[in-house]
């Protein structure tokens, strides 16, 4: 049943995507996911965090769950936080239908400094 509802809302993306307006979304997402890489590799060089993990596009991970990347860290042992990257006007969607995933909003204002903030605020959210 999960695997049928993900395949059909895969599809839904894929043909959305042929469509100028919303692969232009598309490239925003991106663009997002290309900030907050660049600060988790940041961390992770100076020892805040151990790895991360980027899903693959329309991974069952991305799609189904909200997933875009996984941050591993070290609290009293290793752990994972799952997080969804959006932006503001998407951020209470992505909340309704994953509530469980910390999302973290960027847009092009947002410097270093505030997306490593943010990071750092969805890791001490993870339970």
């Known amino acids: 049943m999960k695997n049928k509802k993900f395949q059909a809302i895969r599809e ?3 043909k959305a995507m042929q469509f100028p307006q919303e692969y232009w979304s598309y490239e925003v997402g991106k663009r997002r996911e290309e900030k907050i890489k660049s600060s988790l590799q ?3 060089e100076e020892g805040v965090i151990r790895d991360f993990l980027q899903t693959d596009k329309l991974s069952f991970s991305d799609v189904a769950r909200g997933i875009d990347f996984f941050i591993i860290y070290v609290g009293k042992k290793y752990k994972v936080c799952p997080v969804s990257v959006t932006g503001e006007r998407w951020a209470k969607g992505d909340r309704d239908r994953h509530p469980e995933i910390p999302i973290i909003t960027i847009n092009f204002f947002d410097t270093p400094d505030s997306i490593r ?3 750092m605020e ?4 993870n339970k």
Do not use: G, H, R, Y
């Open 42 to 44: 940041e961390l992770k």
């Open 122 to 125: 969805a890791i001490s959210q």
């Open 12 to 14: 839904e993306i894929i």
């Open 117 to 119: 903030s943010k990071i």
